[in-house]
């Protein structure tokens, strides 16, 4: 698809040819849940005769957002129960989310965070982004920050930088890592200035990036990898697994690989959470498994994610398998391999004495 433009409203989204006009009311009753947003990269990454388009599917709003489920949640992860001042969430010892802004370059229909996210959220003032600052700062148990949003890279690269510094001079802190969509979904904001911005001189700075779809790394996403990577910047990727856009082995094998190509090490599998009005994006369990099964005998480790769950309720992630060990009835061990066929694997021998 061709565009130059980015897509914010419904008559945006109908006029594009995206939303058919029978659907307005829809498209307008989902963007009331959550903003809608798309911009040039993604759009020209989707193809319009495609009525499946695994990007289209991610971006455009559907009648299907407005059915909620019994088990979904507005807070499906406990974000909120872990929020001990504005702007972090506390749910491990050793580190924090520090969240500066609601925005993002484009609105996920299955965001995990579809409540709390868009223009109006909570955007931390200077005082309480010192605040939040000063809660780390006096928790020297605090060895990683991750900023996560809505998108820390939609900062100016002047308080970005600000935000970095500060994090990079507490001694305590030594890893700062930022959670993105926007070297896929506005990969144009990847320049200069920007990456000056994440220099870290005592931190170690990551980057982890949130891709769904091999196409999404278009030529112009590649580039802003390509430029991070050369800063030094080491990049992760974190992967969402959604009905109709990568429920299968050779997308995510497609995936992946781009991954590992662009120096994007696959770092979490994520199974969707109990999101309302995101049922329809949702496989089972049992499909996750069988899919992570199938790509252990096809992908290098460098290309394997670990596949987890965040536990509804606040807690925390649980990598969610497949298993390849059982116990067999000896007190041994039978181990499976990629192929599927199991070998036997002795228990520790007894204590001596
Ligand atoms: C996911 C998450 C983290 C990071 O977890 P890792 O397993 O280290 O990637 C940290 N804090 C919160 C609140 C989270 O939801
Ligand atoms: S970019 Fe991330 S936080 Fe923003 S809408 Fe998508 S999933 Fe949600």
Redesign the pocket.
């Known amino acids: 698809m061709d565009a130059k433009t980015s897509l914010r409203n419904p008559s945006d989204f109908i006029a594009s040819g995206l939303v058919p006009p029978a659907q307005a009311a829809a498209a307008e009753a989902a963007s009331a849940r959550q903003p809608l947003a798309i911009g040039p990269a993604l759009l020209a990454a989707i193809d319009a005769a495609d009525a499946a388009d695994p990007i289209a599917r991610q971006f455009v709003p559907s009648a299907e957002e407005l059915e909620v489920l019994e088990e979904e949640m507005a807070d499906p992860?406990g974000?909120h129960r872990?929020s001990p001042i504005k702007g972090i969430?506390h749910?491990?010892p050793d580190?924090?989310?520090l969240k500066p802004i609601p925005v993002c370059p484009v609105y996920c229909r299955f965001c995990f965070r579809r409540e709390d996210v868009g223009p109006d959220g909570e955007t931390l003032t200077p005082a309480e982004l010192e605040a939040a600052l000063d809660y780390i700062r006096a928790r020297p148990e605090i060895w990683e920050v991750?900023l996560s949003g809505g998108d820390p890279l939609l900062l100016s690269p002047r308080r970005l930088r600000d935000i970095v510094r500060s994090l990079d001079r507490i001694p305590h802190v030594g890893v700062i890592r930022i959670h993105t969509r926007v070297p896929v979904a506005a990969p144009e904001r990847i320049d200069g200035d920007l990456i000056a911005a994440l220099e870290a001189d005592d931190s170690a700075l990551y980057v982890a990036i949130h891709c769904n779809h091999a196409r999404e790394l278009t030529p112009a996403a590649r580039h802003a990898c390509r430029d991070l990577a050369r800063a030094g910047i080491p990049l992760l990727a974190q992967t969402v697994l959604l009905k109709g856009v990568n429920d299968d082995a050779a997308v995510l094998e497609a995936l992946f690989r781009a991954l590992v190509r662009n120096r994007v090490r696959p770092y979490?599998l994520h199974h969707p959470d109990l999101v309302r009005g995101t049922g329809h994006f949702r496989p089972g369990l049992e499909t996750g498994q069988a899919l992570m099964r199938a790509l252990r005998g096809r992908l290098s480790g460098l290309c394997q994610p670990t596949y987890v769950l965040?536990i509804p309720g606040g807690h925390g992630?649980a990598p969610v398998g497949p298993g390849y060990l059982a116990k067999d009835a000896t007190g041994g061990w039978q181990v499976e391999d990629y192929r599927g066929e199991t070998h036997a694997y002795p228990p520790a021998p007894p204590k001596a004495g």
Do not use: A, S
């Open positions: 992860i974000d872990h969430v749910r491990y580190r924090v989310l991750i979490y965040d992630k």
